[in-house]
């Protein structure tokens, strides 16, 4: 194998490859990405068997065809450090690839490709075509409920329904749960439901962004998400959590509250700067006109700050929430206000934008005040 390209052309698909391979695995080959050049382009491919990566892009220059497989980690490291717009110069001599940039010269050890794991073909049972910035902007709306706790893997992914025109991701994290939809021009006639685990959640929005239509595939088992000459691979999560809509039933809740979303943030950071790790919460007490925000008494003292509201549909009311729960949620909001809906001090409050094409759930903090 011997080809040239110039360092950026090859950067970003070694930055994406990167995090899909194991590193810290025992299995050698696993740390390694398949390169293989063949007909004018080059075929990267990496996996750590629960994703994988696989992508193809134009050189300059094959003088030989062949296939290898290299650490990933030290080769992205070698072309990272050498200069921008460089043409760098890989030739594979039967034992080591050479990498050569002007006066640089590196020899990196290899495996041979036929040890690579093959990537899980897809014969696909359901099919879906969607804009890139339309899943991105779902899956950033959802993906910081996705659980970490491999204990409840159900609650460790985001979870896909396709019902004929519209798609809808939701996750939960036992103390919050998030759901995002999008209508399509379209409708698909095979309904389905998958679950994705969270780090191939987090592979797709950085891999994918701004990458035009992304063409998705499932047999129920994997999933694989092509776009332009990038494909990401992935298994699915065999369980995931059933009727999560029916938690977000208007009727639930009376009492509602609507609220300048800047004014919440900035407010709720200010007052929260004096909880802890034990006693994260800040009280919320409305009233007709305002809100009165209020950090739960710790050993170093306690903070309040009042803002204005919007609107306010009832006399008095009072709850305990997680200020960081909350932020991270709003955070996500783009309008400028949101609005609470409660039914009481122990139930889940509903946060709803002003586009109500998105919404979430959050678990109060059930202590008495002092």
């Known amino acids: 194998m011997h080809f040239s390209v110039i360092k950026e052309d090859i950067l970003k698909y070694l930055q994406y490859a990167n995090s899909f391979t194991n590193p810290k695995g025992l299995n050698d080959i696993l740390q390694n990405i398949y390169m293989e050049a063949e007909n004018n382009t080059v075929n990267i491919k990496a996996t750590n068997y629960q994703m994988g990566f696989s992508c193809n892009f134009e050189v300059h220059n094959i003088e030989r065809e062949g296939r290898i497989t290299v650490s990933c980690r030290k080769l992205l490291d070698i072309i990272k450090e050498l200069p921008d717009g460089a043409l760098i110069d890989f030739q594979y001599d039967d034992t080591r690839l050479n990498v050569i940039c002007s006066k640089s010269k590196f020899k990196l050890s290899t495996i041979p490709s036929e040890n690579f794991p093959s990537m899980g073909e897809i014969i696909p049972e359901y099919y879906l075509k969607i804009n890139s910035s339309d899943l991105i902007t779902l899956l950033k709306r959802t993906v910081f409920c996705i659980l970490n706790d491999s204990q409840k893997l159900e609650y460790t992914g985001a979870q896909f329904i396709v019902n004929r025109d519209v798609l809808e991701i939701s996750a939960t994290g036992m103390q919050r749960v998030a ?17 994705i685990p969270k780090k191939t959640v987090s592979e797709i929005i950085r891999v994918f962004e701004n990458k035009g239509l992304i063409e998705i595939e499932t047999d129920r088992r994997q999933i694989s998400f092509k776009a332009d000459n990038i494909t990401v691979y992935s298994k699915l999560i065999e369980k995931f959590v059933k009727n999560i809509d029916r938690l977000f039933i208007d009727e639930r809740y009376p009492v509602k509250a609507k609220i300048d979303r800047k004014s919440f943030i900035e407010a709720s950071k200010r007052v929260s700067a004096i909880t802890s790790e034990e006693t994260p919460g800040i009280i919320l007490e409305f009233d007709k006109s305002a809100l009165k925000m209020s950090s739960l008494e710790t050993i170093y003292g306690e903070g309040s700050e009042i803002i204005d509201i919007i609107d306010f549909n009832t006399e008095n009311f009072e709850i305990i929430l997680n200020a960081r729960h909350v932020n991270e949620i709003l955070n996500t909001i783009e309008t400028e206000d949101f609005t609470l809906e409660m039914s009481d001090k122990r139930s889940p409050v ?12 959050v678990v109060p903090i059930s202590i008495d005040k002092i």
């Open 179 to 195: 759901i995002a939809s999008v209508k399509f021009n379209t409708e698909y006639s095979n309904d389905f439901t998958v679950n």
């Open 350 to 361: 509903l946060i709803t934008p002003s586009d109500n094409n998105y919404r979430y759930l």
